[in-house]
């Protein structure tokens, strides 16, 4: 289950294709970021840059070490 | 895990991996959207997506089971044809021009295809139905249309996937299927210079019967690669395929993907399908920023004793088996 505010709006985003939606075409990582942060706080959780770019760091550590 | 998610929900998504946690068989999406698969490899296409950021922090995992309410609720593209081959025999070249149309989904050496076959044939726990099931799943899967304009479905399978060749095939008994071999030295060369990873024992699982990793580690490199090559032709020449199967050799490429390939998968390719096709053999299928050279020659001449003596041994009788297979289907035709 989701344990803290980045993992519920992380579920919240992949059960909502219009939230889905504003954040597939944007390409620059640091926009993204920005962009997941804003989306967070206006749908009530609160989370910052750090926590977006720590959850990104560890998909990264997963898909390389995926076949590991 | 996604406990939510419903087959609507993977509109456009992928399954990349499937994998053991636990005992649970799990599968892990990613979004690609409307992106064909035209890279040399599956991994390649995925790769790519990964490095979108949505694509990286936005990832389904669902169970195994998600592949089956998939199925039940949008079954995919039936294949139009399967590639099996032997390795560094042209295979890429074959998928890399079917892929440079739009109409054809081209899924080459999909890991989760892998997966799937040898979860299929070895889980013990699994009726003869469940076999068939699971790969109906992955590949209707990964059949998905997701520009509209797809109308065909070809998938290059790993080479040792040939070893499944009759569960694949009795899962799909009405897709039709190539194998493409080529002279066993020129193949024994291109491994010994960079193996594949079938060729290092115990890399994927046990391919030789009879031989324990520890034999399999003190033989020299061109006997072991030798062995597993034999075990793939014994595998194909084994199994009965009727008038579903076709031998193709990598003498007979670039040309026979519009000629006896597209004949033997019954698909018609427009003259300007064709003119798109054969600008895709201009360049190395792997590595497109090289142009592509019939190197048999080179290969031939660079082959050492050892590499002669393991072909001739383990690999010749098997060559001459699907060479007089393909003559006589040539004579009937």
Same mark, same amino acid.
Request: proline share 5%.
């Given at each position: ?68 | 895990?996604?406990?939510? *998610?419903?087959? &609507?929900?993977?509109? !456009? ?13 799990? *599968? ?31 990832? @389904? ?6 592949? /089956? ?11 139009? !044809? ?21 109409? $054809? ?19 013990? $726990?699994?009726?003869? %139905? ?25 998938? &290059?399978?790993?080479?040792? #996937? ?11 008994? #009405? ?7 080529? #002279? ?11 193996? /594949?990873?079938?060729?290092?024992? !115990?890399?994927? !699982? ?8 520890? %034999? ?28 579903? /199967? ?16 597209? +004949? @033997? ?10 003119? +798109? ?6 360049? @190395? ?7 592509? +050279?019939?190197?048999?020659?080179? +290969?031939?001449?660079?082959? $050492?004793?050892? *590499?002669?003596?393991?072909?001739? @041994? ?12 393909? #003559? ?6």
């Amino acid at each position: 289950m989701p344990t803290n505010d980045f993992d519920q709006f992380r579920q919240c985003v992949l059960a909502t294709l219009a939230l889905q939606e504003e954040l597939r075409e944007i390409e620059d990582h640091d926009e993204f970021i920005q962009k997941v942060v804003e989306l967070g706080g206006d749908h009530g959780f609160s989370f910052n840059v750090e926590d977006v770019k720590n959850a990104v760091n560890a998909s990264r550590r997963s898909w390389i070490e995926r076949w590991i | 895990m996604d406990l939510n *998610v419903t087959p &609507k929900d993977l509109t !456009g998504w992928v399954p990349f991996r499937v994998f053991r946690d636990g005992t649970d068989l799990l *599968v892990d999406w990613c979004y690609v959207g409307p992106a064909r698969f035209t890279q040399p490899f599956f991994e390649d296409t995925i790769r790519i997506q990964m490095r979108n950021p949505f694509g990286l922090l936005f990832r @389904h995992l669902t169970s195994f089971q998600m592949l /089956g309410d998939l199925y039940k609720d949008s079954p995919g593209l039936l294949p139009t !044809g399967f590639v099996f081959h032997l390795s560094r025999c042209g295979s890429t070249l074959v998928s890399q021009m079917l892929a440079s149309l739009d109409e $054809n989904i081209v899924i080459s050496e999909a890991p989760p295809i892998d997966r799937v076959i040898r979860e299929a044939s070895s889980d013990r $726990n699994l009726s003869h %139905q469940g076999r068939l099931s699971y790969l109906k799943w992955i590949i209707g899967a990964l059949g998905q249309r997701r520009t509209g304009a797809e109308t065909q479905y070809f998938i &290059k399978f790993d080479c040792w #996937n040939t070893l499944d060749i009759d569960l694949i095939c009795e899962a799909f008994p #009405n897709v039709p299927w190539i194998f493409l071999y080529r #002279n066993p030295v020129e193949i024994m060369v291109s491994q010994m210079r960079e193996r /594949g990873v079938h060729t290092i024992p !115990g890399a994927v !699982g046990s391919i030789v019967p009879d031989l324990d990793l520890a %034999q399999a580690l003190q033989m020299p490199a061109e006997e072991y690669c030798a062995m597993v090559l034999a075990r793939i032709c014994e595998s194909v020449l084994r199994f009965s395929p009727g008038d579903k /199967g076709m031998f193709v050799n990598y003498s007979e490429l670039p040309g026979a993907v519009t000629g006896v390939i597209a +004949k @033997h998968f019954g698909i018609e390719f427009s003259k300007e399908a064709f003119e +798109k096709m054969t600008s895709t053999t201009k360049f @190395h299928a792997k590595t497109p920023q090289m142009e592509f +050279k019939d190197d048999s020659r080179m +290969k031939q001449d660079s082959a $050492n004793e050892a *590499v002669r003596n393991a072909a001739e @041994h383990w690999l010749m009788p098997f060559y001459s088996q699907m060479e007089a297979v393909r #003559n006589a289907s040539a004579a009937k035709a």
